[in-house]
């Protein structure tokens, strides 16, 4: 099968600016992007008219949890049937991909098979969903972030608690057998745990060290939560992938960041702050739980720390926590805006990091996320311009095709028709 889509403005997830071209896929890769117009022979393939709009790559979403399905507490994941909740994660799997997001990196699995279940049914064509690395449960200590347990009563949440070097090389291991593709630590605490809260360093050296010890031997990538600058430093010196949230780095933890930037992706994950503190009342997180958590302080921190991520050249990803009552999942694409406003990107830093830095993380460097001859044919048509305006991307609605692997999810003649049908009504 191929395509050629002419009359678009192509913006290819690694220019400042977007200009008109044509770009052919065949099979499930792109192998011509011409400037201008007429440059590449239309004969076998199928043309689509761009009809002037935004040619981009598909949205990479950088802390993904597609089996959180809008729980108001971390507990409530854990009181989900798994039969119910395998069926929830399907459909958030489909939801994100109609959002315009054809790569998702999983930042934790509410349950062990959850992600990889999922993954293999996308995988294997039976479920509409984007490209997908799935992770296990929160790998984490007792009294850590994902520890919902009471001393009188047992309770599960998407931790899976492990204390000491063994039992933290069983948890890799079984998640390991269980198939994921990248392994989830929580090195630090967090505002949503009152025991131990964001500045909390909780997972000890000797327990990551050994972590990403047999993780990387299975050759799975390891993701960390580390908020305080202890837990990032220990992320850091510790060989982690993917270190999210940062965001109480000090001077000295945001130079080894530095000094580690070819090797290290990070990311704010900052949805889920950014709603506690401006959109919290909708759920009933009022101005006095969002102050008693500390959340407009932790706001700032991630601000200031995202600013400098920017400036000392980090390679930052999107992705908010998107999934819980207060974040839905579908709002992902807010993230990129967020970074224009909070920290200070330019839209086309913003957009990079929601498309060609992604791809990198989904281990695909060069050829995902990015509009060029030979990269992997994830598109988006959209009908505005990201570059003015981000929150053209933020729903469905503005994106007239969707393609993954060179395959149209959305076809954006059936867009055309139903327009012209409402028209001549
Ligand atoms: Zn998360």
Redesign the pocket.
Known sequence: MAYLIVNAQVWDGENDERYPAEVLIEHNRITAVARGQGQIRRDGAEVIDGGGMTLMPGMVEG?C?LSFVGPARNQDLGEIPPEEHLLRTCRNASLILNHGFTSCYS??SAKLRLDVVVRQEIEDGHLAGPRYRAAGPEITVTGGLGDERKQHMNAESFGMIADGPDEIRRAVRLCCREGVDNVKINISGDEFVSYARAEVTSMTEVEVATAVEVAHEWNKRVAA?ARAAASVKRAVRNHVDCI?HCDFADEEALDMLEAAKDRVIVGP?FGLVHNAVFEGEAVGMTREVVESMHLPRKLEATCRTYEQMRKRGMKVVIGG?YGFKITPMGQNARDIGHFVKFFGYSPAEALRCATSVGGELMGHKGELGVIKTGALADMLLVDGNPLVDQSVLVGPDRLAMIMKDGKLHRDPRGRRAERERIAAE
């Open positions: 802390h949890h930042a934790a939560h999210y994950a926590d």
